[in-house]
C-alpha cells in the first residue's frame, strides 16, 4: 500500500522546519520607487495563523509572500491574520501579489483577513471590490 498521507503531529512537525519562518527580499525598485525603503520581510507563526509583513511590497517581492502562503497551506490553518501595518505597497505589481496570495488562499478553502491596512491600501482594495473580502469590518487605518 502506498504512503500515508494522514495529517499526523511528525507531519505538522515537518512543514513547520521547513516553513520560511522569516524571510526577506529586496524588491527591486521601480523607475519611480524609493530605493532607501526597507526590503520586505515576511514574518510566519505558524502556531496562531499570523503573517506580519513589512518593508517595500513590489512585484519582485512576489515569491517571498508565495513562500509564506505555501508554509500556510502546509499548516492546514483555515485562517491567517495578516498585520501590514508596517507595509508600503510601492506599486500596482505589489497590490497584485497580495491580492494573488488572497486568491491562493480562497482556492484552499482558507481565509485571508489583512489588518491595520493604511489608507493607502484600503482605498486600493476599495477600487477593487475587495475590501469586504480582505478588510475587518470597522478598523481604522493606522494612525
Known sequence: ?????????????????????VAAASARP???????LPPLVVRVDLSDGRVTLTGRLAGGGAHVLQEAVSAMLRAGRT??????????????????VLVGAYRRAVR????????????????ALGRLRLERHLLPAGEEPPG
Open 1 to 21: 500500500m502506498g504512503a500515508d498521507r494522514a495529517d499526523t503531529p511528525a507531519r505538522r512537525q515537518a512543514a513547520r522546519r521547513r516553513a520560511v519562518a
Open 30 to 36: 521601480g523607475a519611480q520607487g524609493s530605493t532607501d
Open 79 to 96: 485562517s491567517w491574520d495578516v498585520d501590514v501595518a508596517g507595509l508600503d505597497v510601492a506599486d500596482d505589481d505589489g497590490l497584485r
Open 108 to 123: 484552499h478553502g482558507r481565509r485571508l483577513t489583512l489588518h491595520r491596512a493604511s489608507a493607502q491600501l484600503q482605498g
